[in-house]
Each structure stands twice: as structure tokens, then as C-alpha cells.
């Protein structure tokens, strides 16, 4: 009992330091808890070496390796086929246009319609096609305000214009 009082601050800092790496893997990005699960990771390794000296360090270093690669591994599996994976935790679900995800509505009615470029495109701009006033892109080339233009291509939110030719 005395040596765990002894060194309640190693053992403090490595259990919650792998607890907070687990959880960071279930958080979008590297965040505040990974970065100070390895900090206290560190910490606990830090103390030992200096309490107890460079081979206790090293095999607490190593201890630690092996008890978070279980700890990681067990919460993968869990999220893949355990408890965990029939939590709200989990996404279940696509976000694929076959089942159901749309981003943006598609504006496919104005594919082929003349319009007139209501400010300058470079190549982003507006456009007034039929009436309503559109975010347009033009395909890299600059066209001059009060334009005739015309919708080549419908792409999700984006709709790519042209100049509309004289001779037509």
C-alpha cells in the first residue's frame, strides 16, 4: 500500500493519460484530449525516471506502450462490432447520393438557358437567368457585366456559364 501512495501521481497521470487518448479517437481531429492524454503520458514517465531511475523510467515507458495499443485496439473493436457500435457514438449511415445525402440542391432547370451576367464574372459572379439571380462561374475567362451568357454545366451549387456567341 505504501508504494501506491508512493507513487500515486505515475499511476494518476498514466491511467487518465490513456483514458484521454481513447477518447480522442472517437473526436474528429487531434485535439485537447490527445494532446494532453500524451502529456501526462510523458509526465508519468518523467517521474518515474526521476523517483525511481532510468530503467524503472523505460519500463514504465513500455508498460504504458502495451496498455494503450490494448486500450485502442479494444475500443476499435467495440466500435466495430461490440457495445459501442450500436451507440449514437458511432455514424451507421452513408452520406451518399444513392441513399438519400444531397448537399445542395442541383439547379438542372437552367441547363441550356440564356441569361445576362448581372455583375462582372472573374470567374465568379452573378448571373440573372430567367428572372432569379444566380451565383455563376464562368470557365476561367472574364465576362463583362451585362452579358449574354448561357449555362453549359450544372454541377451541384455550381453552374458554369459561357458568352453567348454573336452569330447565333
Known amino acids: 500500500m505504501e508504494f501506491v501512495l508512493e507513487n500515486l501521481a505515475i499511476i494518476i497521470c498514466a491511467v487518465i493519460g490513456i483514458g484521454l487518448l481513447v477518447v480522442e479517437m472517437f473526436l474528429p481531429g487531434f485535439g485537447i484530449p490527445g494532446i494532453s492524454g500524451l502529456a501526462l503520458l510523458v509526465a508519468s514517465v518523467y517521474f518515474t525516471w526521476t523517483r525511481h531511475g532510468m530503467t524503472a523510467g523505460l519500463g514504465v515507458a513500455a508498460v504504458e506502450l502495451v496498455i494503450a ?82 449555362v453549359k454545366e450544372v454541377e451541384g451549387a455550381r453552374i458554369l456559364v459561357e458568352t453567348v456567341s454573336e452569330d447565333v
Open 69 to 150: 495499443g490494448v486500450s485502442v485496439a479494444l475500443s476499435l473493436r467495440s466500435a466495430s462490432k461490440g457495445k459501442l457500435s450500436r451507440s449514437p457514438l458511432i455514424l451507421k449511415g452513408g452520406q451518399t447520393r444513392n441513399e438519400g445525402f444531397i448537399a445542395a440542391e442541383e439547379a438542372v432547370d437552367f441547363l441550356g438557358k440564356t441569361g445576362e451576367a448581372y455583375t462582372v464574372l472573374r470567374p465568379a459572379g452573378i448571373a440573372e437567368i430567367e428572372g432569379e439571380r444566380l451565383n455563376v462561374v464562368s470557365a476561367g475567362e472574364f465576362i463583362p457585366k451585362g452579358a449574354r451568357i448561357v
